[in-house]
Structure formats: C-alpha cells, structure tokens
C-alpha cells in the first residue's frame, strides 16, 4: 500500500501537464502511486498521460467516456486510490522539491492526522512568485494536532482542496465527495475541515499554484458562477446532518456572504446583464439561512436591501475612494511647500558639527558598519549625539535601549537632517535629503564586493533590472567619504561610483569584533542557537542570483547536506537579506529548523554573531567571506553555477581561481570535502593565507575608532597600509587585468 495517492484531473491542460508530472515523478521519496484522470480533454492531454504510463508503472490513467468536470473526475480517481493519504493535485500546478518527503515526515512526526495543511506560493505567468501571505498561521497553531473548533483560524486560510492531503480511511468513512460545478471544493472543504478530529499543519511551500494569464476558469465570464449558491446549500445541509456542527452556522452564513459578495464584485466573473439577478440570490439564501438572533455583520448588511442599493453602495465607495485619494495628493502637495518653507528657515540655521545621523540596510536598524560606529562614538565621544533614522514604529521598538531615533520622512526626521553635522549610512540616502555645504556624508558599503555593481552594472541588464544606476551614482555625489577594508575594493569603489568622494582606508568598522575575537568567541551565541557543545559548526550563506526571478535558487539539498555532514555537526543557515522575507525560506528551511535538522540563522540582527558561532563557511559568492576571512577559520566555496551567475550579474575576478579555501562543484564533492576533513587541510590553510593578504589588509580590529578620531572629531589617527592610492584609470586597469 503506497503512503499517498496523487489524483491528476486533466482537461485541456496539455501547455503545463509534462510539468506538473515531472514535478511529481522526480520527487525523492518514491513511495505514491498516481492516478491521472483524463477527463474526456479534446487536446493532446490523454496521450501524454499514456506515454507517462509507459515509462512509469505508479502512473495510472483513467480516460473517461465524457467530460464531466473537475469534481467529479476527483471522484472517479478516488475508488482506484489504495494509498494511506489522498492528495489532489491539479494538473497545471507543481509539486516543489522534496515536497513529499516533507509531507511523509510530518504525517510520520504527528501520527496521522485525518488532515495535513501544507503551504504554497502563487508564481505568476510573468514570471514573480509570492508566498501564501497567511502562511504564519501554520506556525501558530503549534506542532501538534488541532481541530478547527481549536484553531479557527486554519480556515482562514484559502480554503480549496490542493493544499492539504486527506486520511483515505476518513474520507471514505465520511462518505466526503465533490459535487459538480463551480466552486466544488467549498462543499468538500469546510464539511472536512469541520469533522477532522486531527489536523496538523507543516509550514513549508510544497505547491506552486500557478496563476495563469487565460484559462483560468474561475476567472471566465459566465452563469456558471450561480453554482456557488448551490455549493453553500450543500455546507449548510451537511452542517444539519450533523448537530455537533450546529455552532458553525453563524460562521458559515458569513463566509458565504463574503464568498459570494466578492464574486459579483469581481469584473470578470458574471455578464453584467446577469449581476442583478446573482445579488437577489445572494440576499434570498442570506435571509434564508441567518442564525436566529445572530448580528449581522457592517460589510454584509448591503445584502438586506435591493440590488439599486448595493450598486448605489459601491458607487458611492468609488467615489469616496477617488476623492480620498486626490485630497492627499492635495494634502501632499501642500505638505510638501510647507516643508520646503520650513527647510528653508531651517536651512539658515548652523549646522551642528555634534550631531551625527545613522542609518543602516534601508532603516533597518543600529546595524552593520553605521552599529559599530555609533556604539564607539557613544564610548570615545559622548558628546556626539547620535540620531538613528528607522523605517517605522515596528523597527523602532526592536532598537535597544536609550538609542534616540526618529521615523523616515516624519518632522522630526526634518528637523535632525536639516542641521546634522555627519550622516553615516552602508546604503544611499534617500534622493529627497539635500546635502548642505559643511555637512560630511560617510559611506560605509556592505562589505567587499565580488559581484559587479552600480556604473558596472549598466552593461548586465538582467542584474540591473529596477535599478536606476544614474540616480545611484548622483545620491554618491553626496558621499565625502568611502570606507574600504582593503585596496581592492579601494579600486572597485571608485570605478563602480566615479563621484567625488575621498577613499577612507580605515577597514571594516563591524569587523573589528572578528579580528578581537578570542577562542572562546561566540560561545553564548552558540548556546542561543541551540548548538551542542562540541559540535562542529557549519555556517552556509548563499547569496543571490540574477538569472531567476526573486533571486532564490536551491543549489545545495539542505536536508541531505545535513544528512551527510552526520552526529558531531550542526548546520547553520543564513539567507541573504534579500531573500529573508520572501518565498525562499518557505521552500523547507522554516521546516528543517522547526525540526532540528539544522538551524536558520537567517532573522539573527547581527550576522557577525552569527560568524562568530561557526567553525566553517560555506558559501557561494557572497560578500561574507571578505569578512569572515578575518576569523582565519577555513572557508569552502560552492561553485556550482559560477559561469551562469557570473554572466548574468558579472564578477570583478574569477573566485574558483583565487578562493580562499577549497572550491567544489557539484553537492557530492561540498559533502565529501566537509566529511573527509579536506576543508581543514594545508591546501585549504594556504589559500586563505593569500586570501587574507588581500582582502583583509585594513583590518586590524580598531576600524571604528579611526572612523570616529579621524572623520567625526577631526583627530589625528593613523591610517592602516602606505601605499600610493591610485588613480581611476590604474584602478581600472588593475581590476581589468584581474
């Protein structure tokens, strides 16, 4: 008997079906059946499923003799299924990567709930890709099992029958099926949802449902959309067969408000001859199926008087919508000369050589090379005042205590830029902050830059997409000062940003913690990670790619690189910044750290704790390695893909031949490396010796301090290193020969 038996219906799907099988079929855990059903599609569907059933014996193919709609050919799969659980899968849709897998261990791990809800991300025929926005809800009914009497609020998530796998034991012993028409999974979802005596939930993307540009049936104008009145009359009927359900009513009477209010809102679903006729409908099956004594809530109370009323209703909301809308453009507008009056009083005052403005990654908070600095000037120069600028109130509440802060754009943001005497920042200011004569504008980059950037970029249109490298380079003219930790990136900086600014070799001020770092160095950090003593620690940190769309690739199988890496070691994972709010850490990362197969790092603040805590790096192209190199632990990088990323972004020199460590190619060779010992060795310690003679030549763990002798108080401080700096031109002929 196979675990799960994936039901295929196929109609006119013939563009996406070999992808979907292929999703299902190339999955590592083997143990499912398929039984796709053809139902009487007019296209080349029902000979591509044959030919998949040729090469595969668990494809099965049930051609039926007419058409009968995606309901009931769900039904006709499911008495062909022996599988443990029953999983619907459409056949435009895709499975992820060890997604069965994922779903087999956490049935496995909660004991066979009657229902597993798992997550899935919307990718777009324009090629984005966004995750369930509701996916925190997965987390928060916890890790065991639930009835939805416990956590309602499961059925707050979309409520359709893909995402979830079903007991076949409790659908069978409920007689559960699809009815026909629109809309069939409501009748099927809440009655299943609502009798599940166990349902688990598993926080990890394992569908991609695809939002197509056409044909999409949902989205078709027809009459057809009526069947959702039928649908909620079958819930209903269901819920009175079973009086212990009876407390559900009140929900479900809104639910089908909402459902069907939304539907006649909706452009494209009903002919507009016809949208009369569907509110009338609506309202009748609403007044018909009201709890006695219920309330009725504000939004659906539209539904008590005539369809002249609803459309007086929306008309109204259009209106009041547009003239919202143009009163604060108005407001904007007004706000916006008023600013630039009081800007300019302002403007007349002196500047205060004693205050000094922060930011860090957008906003973000007292971070990177900016945190350094400010928590030296606090130390060395209390007469400093320090001002951080934050992105909003929710920011603003994590920034540790008594550190003064205003909001972006907010008056006080005004008034603190208007007289500062220094602004420090790792990314450009916003366009609308003019800079005055006499205030010092100190760039601290993110670090030591492999990958191309700004005016570099402009001949790799694929990396620079929604980047505006002009206005880029003049927010730079405001820049007095560059900081660089060696002379590379002395060289980079000033052909990536030809501006005016003076290049600062005064090293990485938030790397001064790794280069002071004794041996005992990150012990507490290992110990709030949950590491065990004595364990080795592996840190990977994959950057970004320029080739896909949101910047997310699996290149390493973090599951069985963990697998490999065996007792003794811990897997530390931590995401580029970019990545650390997208899809990418649904994509089974949330579920490996909920289940201890390794740790994700990747909401840690402070990634130099998180170095800290590590024995190795690995690592693909990200900047972290510049500054990891300064702990002298060894380093291995993954190039997998080296020729794809650097056609696509473009590299200021070939890292596979000048690493820092050993260089691997493939997943095999990264396990065999960490297991053998290799990325230990003496090749390994020789390579990083060059590396570090490179890359870490100004830093010498007293970074912030010369940033704030030297740039902020004036003092005398000496630099790190003598050489000549040289000119544009000898920078670009020395990267050029790189």
Same mark, same amino acid.
Request: with cysteine; net charge neutral; proline share 6%.
């Given at each position: ?21 292929? @999703? ?141 796998v079903y007991r076949r034991d409790f659908v069978e012993s409920n007689g559960f099926a699809f009815p026909p028409g629109y809309y069939e999974d409501t009748p099927w979802t809440f009655p299943v949802m609502l009798s599940a005596e166990r349902i688990a939930t598993l926080d990890r993307i394992c569908l991609n449902y695809r939002q197509r540009r056409q044909g999409n049936i949902l989205s078709t104008t027809s009459r057809k959309h009526f069947a959702i009145h039928d649908q909620y009359e079958r819930v209903f009927a ?34 507009? @001859? ?81 205050? &000094? ?109 929604? &980047? ?179 056609? @696509? ?14 260089? @691997? ?74």
């Open positions: 008997m196979p675990r799960f038996s994936v039901i295929v219906p196929c109609f006119k799907v013939q563009g996406f079906l070999r992808e979907c099988l292929d @999703s299902l079929l190339s999955q590592s855990y083997a143990d499912f059946e398929v039984i796709a059903v053809d139902d009487r599609s007019p296209d080349g569907c029902g000979a591509i499923l044959d030919e998949y059933a040729d090469r595969d014996e668990r494809v099965r193919v049930l051609h039926l003799p007419e058409n009968v709609g995606l309901g009931r050919a769900r039904n006709a799969g499911m008495p062909h299924a022996a599988g443990d659980y029953l999983f619907f899968l459409d056949s435009d849709d895709t499975l992820t990567p060890g997604a069965l897998r994922a779903m087999a261990d956490r049935l496995a791990e909660s004991g066979d709930p009657d229902v597993l809800v798992f997550d899935y991300a919307r990718t777009y025929w324009w090629g984005g890709t966004r995750r369930n926005a509701l996916a925190h809800v997965l987390t928060e009914v916890g890790d065991g099992t639930f009835t939805a009497a416990g956590h309602p609020e499961i059925l707050d998530l979309l409520m359709v029958v893909w995402n979830k269901f819920v009175d067969s079973r009086p212990e359900l009876a407390a559900w009513r009140p929900y479900l009477h809104r639910k089908m408000g909402e459902h069907c209010l939304d539907i006649l809102a909706k452009p494209d679903r009903l002919p507009p @001859s016809d949208k009369g006729e569907f509110f009338r409908r609506t309202a009748e099956m609403f007044r018909a199926h009201r709890p006695g004594g219920a309330p009725v809530p504000r939004e659906l109370r539209v539904l008590e008087g005539g369809y002249a009323a609803y459309r007086a209703r929306r008309q109204a909301g259009r209106v009041g919508r547009e003239l919202a809308r143009r009163g604060t453009l108005v407001r904007r507008a007004a706000g916006a000369r008023a600013g630039r009056v009081v800007d300019g009083v302002r403007a007349r005052r002196p500047i205060d050589p004693e205050l &000094v403005v922060y930011s860090a990654f957008s906003h973000r908070g007292v971070l990177g090379d900016p945190g350094a600095i400010y928590r030296t000037a606090r130390e060395i120069a209390p007469q400093l005042r320090g001002v951080w600028v934050v992105r909003d109130e929710e920011t603003a509440a994590r920034l540790p205590e008594g550190v003064e802060h205003v909001l972006l754009d907010s008056p006080a943001y005004r008034r603190v830029t208007a007289r500062a005497g220094f602004f420090v920042n790792n990314v450009n200011w916003p366009g609308a902050l003019a800079k005055r004569p006499g205030s010092v504008h100190i760039h601290t980059h993110q670090g030591t830059p492999l990958k191309y950037m700004a005016a570099d970029l402009l001949d790799r249109p694929g990396a620079r997409f929604g &980047v505006d490298v002009p206005q880029m380079l003049r927010r730079a003219d405001r820049w007095d000062h560059s900081l660089v930790a060696n002379r590379y990136s002395e060289l980079v900086w000033e052909r990536a940003y030809p501006c005016h600014f003076a290049s600062a070799r005064t090293g990485s001020p938030r790397n001064d913690v790794l280069v002071r770092a004794d041996a005992g160095a990150g012990a507490a950090v290992r110990a709030r990670l949950g590491v065990p003593a004595g364990h080795t620690v592996v840190l990977y940190a994959p950057t970004r790619r320029e080739y896909v769309r949101g910047g997310h690739v699996d290149r390493i199988d973090l599951a069985g690189f963990a697998a490999e890496l065996g007792e003794g070691h811990t897997l530390v994972v931590r995401l580029h910044p970019s990545l650390a709010t997208g899809h990418a850490r649904g994509m089974g990362l949330a579920d490996l750290h909920r289940r201890g197969v390794l740790v994700d790092a990747t909401d840690e603040p402070h990634v130099e704790d998180v170095m800290l805590a590590s024995d190795v790096l690995v690592t693909d192209y990200s900047a972290l390695m510049f500054d990891y190199a300064n702990l002298d632990r060894p380093i291995v990088v993954h190039a997998d893909d080296w020729e794809a990323y650097t056609a @696509s972004r473009g590299a200021y020199f070939d890292i596979t031949a000048e690493a820092p460590g050993h260089v @691997s190619r493939s997943c095999g060779e990264l396990a065999r490396l960490l297991t053998s010992g290799g990325w230990r060795d003496e090749e390994s310690t020789r390579r990083r010796a060059a590396f570090r003679a490179r890359f870490c030549t100004y830093d010498d763990g007293r970074a912030a301090e010369r940033v704030v002798r030297r740039l902020l108080l004036g003092e005398e401080f000496p630099d790190v290193g003598a050489a000549r700096v040289p000119g544009p031109s000898a920078a670009h002929e020395e990267l050029a020969s790189t």
